[in-house]
């Protein structure tokens, strides 16, 4: 982070404005709405910061600048258009340890004001670290129509309720249940009507009607999607956010799990092909014994967690011990990869089905109907199959699939160094010996149709930015 994004307690404390302009007038109506002392250095005043000096509202200590002028302050802002002056004021507050901010002049500033989304006492305060002004202020404008303004009024009687629910409830994941339960049901809506004494009422029944929430654990099977943090579920993001313990595999990305709820823990229970770190057998384990706690669980999967991510065998486990749960989709694998790639799973010219198949099956699988698999017109994605890619090709080959048949193999799919590499069935092998985990295999006519579709990581020339490598071994 460029600047640490901290909320400051100005009530009381003197604050010190350089310039007396129409440009400080809105620093300091900031500045008083959160309750500060200000006192302005300004050869003169505009119209609006006199009415303010003759209501005592600001102190106008005087018409030059004095380094001890800054001896007692707390922070000051110079808001000139004299660039010496400005400059003058930072160094002269840096030397004293004093926050500053030279209006405009992101260099010479110790702390920057951001755009600002007022719901007191609800704030909410967006920042492009002074690169962006204008998209921060678009974001701003956003925010402005999606939050009600009676989030303010909820969020003073949830102060003033406060010590009510801790007195009730012993445990803190008690009382944050509590409270998640109040913010996302009628209580809300009351308050959303501007209906607070009922609202009220609704959260004092809701206190005398509460059993003991700590122990009401429960688990939730997310779908993380392939990779890129954009395709997780609304719903997906909302429970994660809830969580009070996330147990997440190997193919859940970094910018999946950056969105988990902050002091929610974490545990990877993740596979890899030869090296099982943590047994199916202890997930399940896991998951019953972390929800028995009282806790809310929730398994993040890789892709879409009921398409070869176990998700079932997990949920009978829960199911078995008594603990509620739900499961959020997810885009698999197969949806996301292969639209990153330009890669149409069915085209009405050639394919008009589409078969989701595991390269990994139990060990006492010998039931493969290759003959099935090899069909033409017909799209084969692949899951976990790069180890037994030589295999594949030539049972495929073997059943009547033609060795020019157009294949991918897609790593890392929908992510900023995805890989898409693409040949013909006889040369499947070589190709998913060169991709990056986690890949797919694509096996079908509808791979030619990459040169044409291809958007994502495949044209570098439309906007300089370097995209990742897209090798064709046919």
Same mark, same amino acid.
């Given at each position: 982070?460029?600047?640490?994004?901290?909320?400051?307690?100005?009530?009381?404390?003197?604050?010190?404005?350089?310039?007396? $302009?129409?440009?400080?007038?809105?620093?300091?109506?900031?500045?008083?709405?959160?309750?500060?002392?200000?006192?302005?250095?300004?050869?003169?005043?505009?119209?609006?910061?006199?009415?303010?000096?003759?209501?005592?509202?600001?102190?106008?200590?005087?018409?030059?600048?004095?380094?001890?002028?800054? *001896?007692?302050?707390?922070?000051?802002?110079?808001?000139?258009?004299?660039?010496?002056?400005?400059?003058?004021?930072?160094?002269?507050?840096?030397?004293?340890?004093?926050?500053?901010?030279?209006?405009? *002049?992101?260099?010479?500033?110790?702390?920057?004001?951001?755009?600002?989304?007022?719901?007191?006492?609800?704030?909410?305060?967006?920042?492009?670290? $002074?690169?962006?002004?204008?998209?921060?202020?678009?974001?701003?404008?956003?925010?402005?129509?999606?939050?009600?303004?009676?989030?303010?009024?909820?969020?003073?009687?949830?102060?003033?309720?406060?010590?009510?629910?801790?007195?009730?409830?012993?445990?803190?994941?008690?009382?944050?249940?509590?409270?998640?339960?109040?913010?996302? $049901?009628?209580?809300?809506?009351?308050?959303?009507?501007?209906?607070?004494?009922?609202?009220?009422?609704?959260?004092?029944?809701?206190?005398?009607?509460?059993?003991?929430?700590?122990?009401?654990?429960?688990?939730?099977?997310?779908?993380?999607?392939?990779?890129?943090?954009?395709?997780?579920?609304?719903?997906?993001?909302?429970?994660?956010?809830?969580?009070?313990?996330?147990?997440?595999?190997?193919?859940?990305?970094?910018?999946?799990? *950056?969105?988990?709820?902050?002091?929610?823990?974490?545990?990877?229970?993740?596979?890899?092909?030869?090296?099982?770190?943590?047994?199916?057998?202890?997930?399940?384990?896991?998951?019953?014994?972390?929800?028995?706690?009282?806790?809310?669980?929730?398994?993040?999967?890789?892709?879409?967690?009921?398409?070869?991510?176990?998700?079932?065998?997990?949920?009978?486990?829960?199911?078995?011990?008594?603990?509620?749960?739900?499961?959020?989709?997810?885009?698999?694998?197969?949806?996301?990869?292969?639209?990153?790639?330009?890669?149409?799973?069915?085209?009405?010219?050639?394919?008009?089905?589409?078969?989701?198949?595991?390269?990994?099956?139990?060990?006492?699988?010998?039931?493969?109907?290759?003959?099935?698999?090899?069909?033409?017109?017909?799209?084969?994605?692949?899951?976990?199959?790069?180890?037994?890619?030589?295999?594949?090709?030539?049972?495929?080959?073997?059943?009547?699939?033609?060795?020019?048949?157009?294949?991918?193999?897609?790593?890392?799919?929908?992510?900023?160094?995805?890989?898409?590499?693409?040949?013909?069935?006889?040369?499947?092998?070589?190709?998913?010996?060169?991709?990056?985990?986690?890949?797919?295999?694509?096996?079908?006519?509808?791979?030619?149709?990459?040169?044409?579709?291809?958007?994502?990581?495949?044209?570098?020339?439309? *906007? $300089?930015?370097?995209?990742?490598?897209?090798?064709?071994?046919?």
């Amino acid at each position: 982070m460029d600047y640490l994004p901290i909320f400051a307690d100005l009530k009381q404390r003197p604050v010190l404005v350089v310039g007396g $302009g129409e440009v400080a007038a809105r620093k300091i109506d900031l500045l008083l709405r959160a309750g500060a002392q200000v006192r302005i250095v300004a050869q003169a005043l505009s119209p609006e910061l006199e009415q303010r000096e003759h209501a005592n509202e600001v102190i106008w200590l005087a018409q030059a600048f004095l380094p001890e002028q800054l *001896d007692d302050v707390f922070l000051v802002i110079a808001a000139t258009d004299d660039a010496a002056l400005n400059a003058e004021v930072f160094e002269q507050a840096n030397q004293r340890f004093v926050m500053a901010n030279v209006v405009d *002049d992101q260099p010479k500033c110790s702390f920057i004001f951001p755009s600002i989304v007022d719901r007191s006492p609800i704030v909410v305060a967006i920042s492009s670290s $002074g690169k962006a002004p204008v998209l921060a202020r678009m974001l701003r404008e956003k925010l402005e129509t999606l939050l009600p303004n009676s989030l303010g009024q909820m969020a003073d009687i949830a102060g003033r309720w406060r010590e009510r629910v801790k007195t009730q409830f012993s445990s803190m994941r008690a009382r944050r249940r509590f409270w998640e339960q109040a913010f996302s $049901g009628r209580f809300a809506s009351l308050a959303s009507a501007g209906k607070l004494a009922q609202a009220e009422q609704a959260l004092q029944e809701q206190l005398e009607s509460a059993e003991d929430i700590a122990q009401n654990g429960n688990v939730t099977l997310v779908g993380a999607g392939p990779g890129d943090a954009g395709l997780l579920t609304l719903r997906g993001l909302q429970v994660m956010q809830q969580a009070d313990v996330v147990l997440y595999d190997y193919l859940v990305s970094d910018d999946v799990l *950056d969105l988990v709820r902050r002091d929610a823990d974490r545990i990877c229970v993740g596979k890899r092909a030869g090296s099982h770190s943590v047994s199916q057998e202890e997930t399940n384990r896991l998951l019953v014994e972390l929800a028995q706690q009282g806790k809310k669980v929730v398994r993040l999967k890789g892709g879409d967690p009921f398409i070869f991510g176990r998700g079932g065998e997990e949920l009978q486990a829960v199911k078995a011990a008594g603990i509620p749960f739900q499961v959020v989709p997810g885009v698999t694998a197969a949806a996301g990869a292969t639209a990153y790639a330009g890669i149409p799973l069915t085209h009405r010219d050639y394919a008009q089905s589409v078969m989701f198949v595991t390269g990994h099956c139990r060990s006492d699988d010998n039931g493969v109907q290759w003959e099935t698999l090899a069909k033409g017109k017909q799209t084969l994605a692949i899951y976990m199959g790069t180890l037994k890619a030589a295999e594949i090709s030539q049972q495929l080959i073997a059943h009547g699939r033609a060795a020019t048949t157009p294949v991918a193999v897609i790593g890392r799919g929908t992510r900023a160094d995805q890989q898409v590499l693409t040949g013909t069935l006889d040369n499947l092998e070589h190709l998913a010996q060169q991709a990056p985990a986690p890949a797919l295999l694509v096996i079908g006519e509808v791979v030619a149709l990459h040169q044409q579709l291809a958007w994502f990581g495949h044209h570098p020339e439309t *906007d $300089g930015t370097q995209r990742p490598s897209v090798v064709n071994l046919a």
